[in-house]
């Protein structure tokens, strides 16, 4: 259910905030070892509920007054034991609360817990050394995607409208292409990370994985302080860019072809379609995988000295990489950042207003096709997971994935991306598309 | 690259993790070094790139 259903209802008092959570509670009590949680609150979502439902009736209700949330385990509450999705004795009570979270607590959200990622938000496949992998529920034997794997599976079971996320190089975008969701990826410095377990302090933004566009700008809106808006304009004529270049050259054909049937679509709307050689994007990935790794390398440092074997393989394994990454080799990352971000106003958004690139190359890979990645392999999966989510990090770009077809494998998203300060354009953009394949769905001429 | 790994993990490290560690070392010769974007800059203009300034992105 949407953000705006939930909301009709309750403005018709058809339901309350502590009815609602009373079926999710149900949902998640049917769903079992199937529900992606990683630690429940129901006594303090309860009282949250009651207090919404007062503030309902007292004609105070705020932008998400009784709506049924629950977010990626790291982030700070109030007397709330935070995970990360780490071993257990990483475990703490945290003091404060995140300013995400506050916010989302004045617009009258109900947080009934916490949701399984990957571990410290490492690993795009969703794969969790400690805590096992969250089913994919719209890809069978598919991985869920990470780091936000929970996230993006409560969403996709319908268990939750929205439930935050973070990226630092594709952990919302990439679960949410993963199941078939909305993923909305911020411009850094948008909304607060306060609060928020720190990954990469270059890279990081916090940010809301949905059941649809306006489930996550409402979201969004709440987040930045109204910063975005909530509610949908239309995008007007636009220049949209696909690529054409080596750096998607890998994609798959089904996704070759859902992305030939966007550009038709897209041509039909009035928009112009401009094709740009974007491949020297591909050598981005690289300077944001080292910024990334010297960074968490750095947050880690003193726990991975006093306890290293307390980490998962996987990501002790990528820590270890920071033993290869001299100092200078950062400072070139960073100088390699600022030329490209320069490079990408006067190449690419000279010559466009957003920029079209698939989620991944395929719909969500097979569990089993990943499962054997060891030692120094693991760097290779993860760079094939990451190669077109990466570029947008490292650039500090605003992205939203969304789904724009399904196969009998699974949906295919892409990715929409505009300059710093871009979301309503974006999300306006994401909307209409959304709305119009909605349409072709009910009338059955969905191309896929 | 024993000591580095050694600095990082507190103990001596596993074949496997000096294989990630050099890995990493040639992805950052390939990736970072040599990285084309470097290369297609004029010199005096990489030389004065603040790694640090214009936090924003494009």
Redesign the interface.
């Known amino acids: 259910m949407t953000i705006a259903a939930i909301l009709s209802r309750l403005e018709r008092a058809e339901t309350t905030a502590v009815a609602l959570l009373e079926e999710v509670q149900a949902r998640v009590a049917a769903a079992g070892a199937q529900a992606p949680v990683a630690r429940l609150e129901w006594d303090r979502a309860f009282d949250q509920a009651r207090a919404a439902d007062r503030a309902r009736q007292e004609g105070a209700a705020g932008p998400l007054c009784g709506v049924p949330l629950a977010h990626k385990d790291m982030f700070d509450r109030a007397g709330s034991v935070v995970g990360f999705g780490a071993h257990p004795d990483a475990q703490r009570r945290a003091e404060r609360t995140a300013e995400v979270l506050a916010r989302l607590d004045a617009a009258g959200a109900v947080d009934f817990g916490r949701l399984q990622m990957s571990e410290f938000a490492m690993g795009p496949t969703g794969q969790n050394h400690h805590h096992g992998m969250p089913v994919n529920p719209a890809v069978p034997g598919g991985v869920p995607g990470g780091s936000s794997s929970g996230s993006g599976v409560a969403v996709a079971m319908g268990l939750v409208p929205a439930a935050l996320g973070s990226d630092t190089g594709g952990s919302i975008r990439i679960p949410a292409a993963c199941t078939g969701v909305v993923g909305f990826k911020p ?3 948008l909304v607060p990370r306060a609060g928020a377990m720190p990954l990469s302090w270059t890279q990081d933004v916090v940010g809301p994985l949905a059941a649809s566009v306006d489930c996550a700008r409402r979201v969004l809106s709440v987040l930045s302080a109204g910063r975005t808006r909530a509610t949908s304009q239309p995008p007007g004529r636009l220049r949209l860019a696909f690529d054409d270049s080596s750096l998607t050259e890998g994609v798959s054909a089904r996704m070759r072809a859902a992305l030939a049937d966007l550009r038709q679509q897209l041509r039909a709307q009035g928009h112009e379609v401009v094709v740009l050689d974007m491949g ?1 994007l591909a ?5 944001a ?2 910024i990334a ?1 010297s960074e968490a ?1 750095t947050v880690h ?1 003193d726990r ?3 306890a ?1 074997d307390s980490y998962g393989p996987e990501v ?2 990528r ?8 100092a200078q ?1 950062y ?11 320069t ?3 006067a190449e ?2 000279a010559a466009a207003d957003l920029v079209i690139l698939p989620g991944l190359a395929d719909v969500a890979p097979q569990a089993a096709a990943l499962a054997g990645a ?3 392999e ?2 290779t999966m993860i760079a094939g997971m990451t190669g077109l989510t990466r570029p947008a990090s490292l ?3 605003p992205v939203l994935t969304l789904p724009v077809a399904q196969t009998a494998d699974g949906p295919l998203s892409v990715q929409i991306m505009g ?2 300060g871009a979301e309503d354009l974006i999300a306006d953009l994401a909307q209409h598309l959304e709305t119009a394949r909605r349409s072709d769905l009910h009338r059955g001429t969905d191309p896929a | ?1 024993d000591q ?2 050694a ?5 001596a ?1 596993t074949e ?2 000096r ?10 010769e ?4 040599a ?4 290369a297609g ?1 004029p010199q005096a203009a ?1 030389a004065s ?10």
């Open positions: 411009s850094p410095g020297w050598h981005l990935a690289e300077p995988n080292v790794i390398a440092a991975l000295r006093a290293p002790r394994a820590l270890c990489q920071a033993a290869g990454i001299p080799a400072l070139r990352a960073r100088q390699i950042r600022q030329i490209a971000i490079r990408a106003k690419i958004f060891k030692g120094a693991i760097a650039l500090g770009l300059q710093r | 690259m580095e790994i600095a990082l993990l507190g103990r490290p496997e993790e294989a990630i560690a050099r890995d990493q070392r040639a992805r950052v390939r990736g970072i070094f990285n084309p974007l470097l800059g990489l790139t603040d790694p640090f300034g214009g936090e924003g992105g494009a």
